[in-house]
């Protein structure tokens, strides 16, 4: 595959060989079950396979423990406890969310929608300027994109397809529903473009991508966190508008999508450093609007500035 660019998935008589029966059949199923239950049993089912993973995932138990740890050095050891249990349970929650986002008719996907406060990305629409729009890694990241392109306000994801071509062409046609694009992950010419163009680019600047492209800047508790350097890179090179959004789940089972809050103004995007840090400050706010979807089950810490010691925060 060309590294910068990817072919849309296109249907074949080899994607029905047997060996790909097992991928249909899951999401047939998820499928089936997302559109014949409703929403409530969906959530509880949800919590339930979550709380069944907490049996057999010891090793993601420790990660986000660790995570948490690190992240609030002075949380109880009871309120780690029970972060990390909710955490698992809306982990859950996920993999039904994925069969919403991918398979609800839009009719009904818009009754779960809660539109808090999105004007300034409807404003800027109006002004046909382009808008790097800063997510995070919640686990309902499914939703909150179909969300953002219901609501008439589509855009571009950063995409890397799956190796299997069955499991691609699910993914694919389900994360482009209502009008939403994929780029692929390392053309960054495109996502320049697409930005010059006054277009929406989704990017998730939270997690730890790894030394390339990356400095270590402060994250929370953490006083040196691999942190990507993607968002000023983009922005120096397109002038486009950075908006924070995010979409978690309240307590009714509604997703509450927010894009209310442009930094550009004030983003300091010929200074990578000075750009990582300031950008961890507003990512840290949408993670504390509901911490528990937030996907603390990755190694968020796990490389330091020390190449030789990755890791060693979780050993």
């Known amino acids: 595959m060309n590294r910068t660019k990817?072919?849309?998935?296109?249907?074949?008589?080899?994607?029905?060989?047997?060996?790909?029966?097992?991928?249909?059949?899951?999401?047939?199923?998820?499928?089936?079950?997302?559109?014949?239950?409703?929403?409530?049993?969906?959530?509880?089912?949800?919590?339930?396979?979550?709380?069944?993973?907490?049996?057999?995932?010891?090793?993601?138990?420790?990660?986000?423990?660790?995570?948490?740890?690190?992240?609030?050095?002075?949380?109880?050891?009871?309120?780690?406890?029970?972060?990390?249990?909710?955490?698992?349970?809306n982990t859950g929650i996920a993999l039904i969310e994925i069969g919403i986002a991918w398979f609800w008719p839009t009719w009904r996907f818009k009754r779960i929608l809660l539109t808090k406060d999105i004007t300034k990305l409807e404003m800027l629409e109006a002004e046909n300027k382009g808008v790097l729009l800063c997510c995070v890694h919640a686990l309902n990241?499914?939703?909150?994109?179909?969300?953002?392109?219901?609501?008439?306000?589509?855009?571009?994801?950063?995409?890397?397809?799956?190796?299997?071509?069955?499991?691609?062409?699910?993914?694919?046609?389900?994360?482009?529903?209502?009008?939403?694009?994929?780029?692929?992950?390392?053309?960054?010419?495109?996502?320049?473009?697409?930005?010059?163009?006054?277009?929406?680019?989704?990017?998730?600047?939270?997690?730890?991508?790894?030394?390339?492209?990356?400095?270590?800047?402060?994250?929370?508790?953490?006083k040196e966190a691999c942190t990507t350097i993607g968002p000023s890179i983009l922005a120096y090179a397109s002038k486009c508008a950075i908006v924070l959004g995010s979409g978690f789940r309240n307590t009714d089972g509604k997703y509450e999508i927010i894009a209310n809050k442009s930094i550009e103004a004030n983003y300091p995007q010929k200074d990578e450093i000075a750009a990582a840090a300031y950008m961890n400050k507003y990512i840290e706010e949408i993670i504390l609007r509901a911490p528990e979807q937030w996907m603390w089950l990755h190694k968020r810490y796990k490389s330091l500035p020390d190449k030789s010691r990755t890791n060693s925060r979780y050993q």
């Open 141 to 222: 990241l499914e939703i909150t994109a179909r969300a953002f392109s219901t609501l008439g306000l589509a855009g571009y994801g950063i995409y890397r397809p799956h190796k299997n071509p069955v499991y691609e062409f699910i993914q694919y046609y389900g994360r482009t529903r209502n009008g939403n694009k994929l780029i692929y992950r390392t053309n960054l010419k495109k996502m320049i473009r697409v930005l010059r163009n006054g277009k929406r680019l989704f990017y998730l600047p939270d997690q730890d991508y790894g030394h390339n492209k990356s400095v270590f800047v402060p994250f929370f508790a953490v």
């Open 6 to 89: 990817f072919d849309k998935p296109k249907f074949s008589i080899e994607l029905l060989h047997p060996r790909h029966w097992w991928i249909w059949i899951g999401f047939g199923l998820l499928a089936l079950i997302v559109n014949i239950l409703p929403s409530s049993i969906l959530l509880k089912l949800g919590r339930s396979i979550g709380t069944l993973g907490i049996c057999s995932e010891n090793e993601r138990i420790k990660i986000a423990k660790r995570n948490l740890e690190l992240t609030f050095p002075d949380m109880s050891e009871k309120k780690v406890k029970q972060l990390v249990i909710e955490n698992f349970k």
